[in-house]
């Protein structure tokens, strides 16, 4: 569904990695074992690595959690925004049936797609899976496999942004972000879309 950029969301468990994908996944992998076992001294090994249902995210997750030596936890809070009667069709097919919604649906986050999510919905499923992380104790870190909508989200949230501005953060497939946390509420956005690597 990348490749296609059709909208691909959690209505539909969808398709399997490429092999382009598989590489991203072994990619992003290494670049996730370099920040928790090198590079970055102040942050603590992975203990965790968590995933979306989806497909897609279930094979990345299983990559690199092979590469750390842990299972992977299947969590629904992270899956991607339900797209509703979008789901499969690209922003070309998608202003054919519905002229003016997809933009309204990127420029206001309340707006939901036909039948399925907003982006304020997602924030808030986000919302709650990153507050029983926290509540799942500190001084440790946590792989989330997900998707762009729910990073954005993810990152909106930790920040305080406005939910009308969650749509401006840029994901790349197979990027890394990384938000910390700590036990009395405040949060911190390090990386947004680190790439992997070609």
Same mark, same amino acid.
């Given at each position: ?10 209505? #539909?468990?969808?398709?399997? +990695? ?13 670049? #996730?074992?370099?920040? $928790? ?52 069709? $690209? ?36 919302? $709650?899976? +990153? ?9 440790? $870190? #946590? ?5 762009? #909508? ?49």
């Amino acid at each position: 569904m990348t490749v296609t950029r059709a909208y691909s969301g959690s209505s #539909v468990v969808g398709p399997s +990695l490429t092999e382009r994908g598989l590489a991203q996944a072994a990619r992003a992998a290494a670049l #996730v074992e370099s920040v $928790t076992e090198d590079d970055w001294g102040d942050v603590p090994p992975t203990s965790e690595v968590l995933a979306s249902p989806m497909t897609r995210t279930q094979e990345t997750a299983a990559v690199i959690a092979e590469r750390l030596g842990l299972p992977v936890r299947t969590e629904p809070l992270v899956a991607e925004c339900d797209f509703g009667e979008w789901e499969g069709l $690209t922003a070309t097919e998608i202003e054919q049936r519905w002229p003016g919604e997809l933009d309204q649906w990127h420029e206001d986050a309340s707006v939901r797609a036909p039948g399925g999510e907003s982006i304020e919905d997602v924030g808030a499923r986000m919302r $709650t899976a +990153l507050e029983a992380l926290r509540a799942g104790g500190v001084g440790r $870190t #946590v792989v989330v496999v997900t998707h762009s #909508v729910s990073v954005r989200s993810a990152v909106g949230v930790a920040i305080g942004a406005n939910s009308s501005a969650w749509a401006r953060i840029r994901v790349a497939p197979a990027s890394v972000s990384i938000i910390r946390m700590w036990a009395d509420g405040k949060t911190e956005v390090t990386v947004v879309g680190a790439p992997s690597g070609a």
